[in-house]
Nanobody
Framework: VQLVESGGGSVQAGGSLNLSCLAS?????MGWFRQAPGKEREGVAS????????????YYADSVKGRFTISQDNTNNTLYLQMNSLKPEDTAMYYC?????????????WGQGTQVTVS
């Protein structure tokens, strides 16, 4: 599975961005990670669409809860991250990741990243 992120950019604090990740194949479990300069990569949000409910299992880091929303459109193999009320501390390279199987503990496919800068 190849993953290609888009939608990053530079915004002022309080602004919004919507990241997209186009996958070459299907994956029911995907996530967004970010890495700021000099810091370790951290998980931002993840989604498990293998659960057939109207609201799929989602996870958010405490730092983005209430501001970011992850969603996935399996009809076109695209993962989204809607980011609102952006803060300077959200500045980082954002990566999309996917798992071959949801039961895997590690993501085994990664995109190249898209830069988000908040000033």
């Amino acid at each position: 599975v190849q993953l290609v992120e888009s939608g990053g950019g530079s915004v002022q604090a309080g602004g919004s961005l919507n990241l997209s990740c186009l996958a070459s194949g299907s994956s029911l479990c995907m996530g967004w990670f970010r890495q700021a300069p000099g810091k370790e990569r951290e998980g931002v949000a993840s989604i498990d669409t293998s659960i057939d409910t109207s609201s799929h299992n989602t996870y958010y880091a405490d730092s983005v809860k209430g501001r970011f929303t992850i969603s996935q459109d399996n009809t076109n193999n695209t993962l989204y991250l809607q980011m609102n009320s952006l803060k300077p501390e959200d500045t980082a390279m954002y990566y999309c990741a996917a798992k071959t199987f949801c039961y895997l503990t590690q993501y085994n496919y990664w995109g190249q990243g898209t830069q988000v800068t908040v000033s």
